[in-house]
């Protein structure tokens, strides 16, 4: 089975920046792709960025130009840099992963890492 750790989170001051580490565990070889999702407190889970098999990569509208998402395969690690950040940027950050290329982006179906958390001060 597949298992995630997210790494990274902490405490920064608005135009900061923070980068997050998906330490990935398992059975990895032929997942389809590690996505990176947020979810703040009484908000809904947003996705925000996915590194597919392939290395093609895709963005959330409010991280574009912000966010960058990348792979070391030697460490079977996936990264986000976070750059710019903003206090609505707050958020519990996950990671996960699935075999179906179809479901990288959808907010449940896949193998979730237990979250590292970002605060964003003004």
């Known amino acids: 089975q597949v298992q995630l750790v997210e790494s990274g989170g902490g405490s920064v001051q608005a135009g900061g920046s923070l980068r997050l580490s998906c330490a990935v565990y398992?059975?990895?070889?032929?997942?389809?792709?590690i996505s990176w999702f947020r979810q703040a407190p009484g908000k809904e889970r947003e996705f925000v960025s996915v590194i597919y098999s392939d290395g093609t990569t895709n963005y959330g509208g409010s991280v574009k130009g912000r966010f960058t998402v990348s792979r070391d395969n030697d460490k079977n690690t996936v990264y986000l840099q976070m750059n710019s950040l903003k206090p609505e940027d707050t958020a519990m950050y996950y990671c996960k992963t699935t075999y179906n290329k179809m479901d990288c982006g959808h907010i449940i179906i896949g193998y979730w890492g237990q979250g590292t958390q970002v605060t964003v001060s003004s």
């Open positions: 398992g059975y990895s070889d032929t997942t389809a792709c």
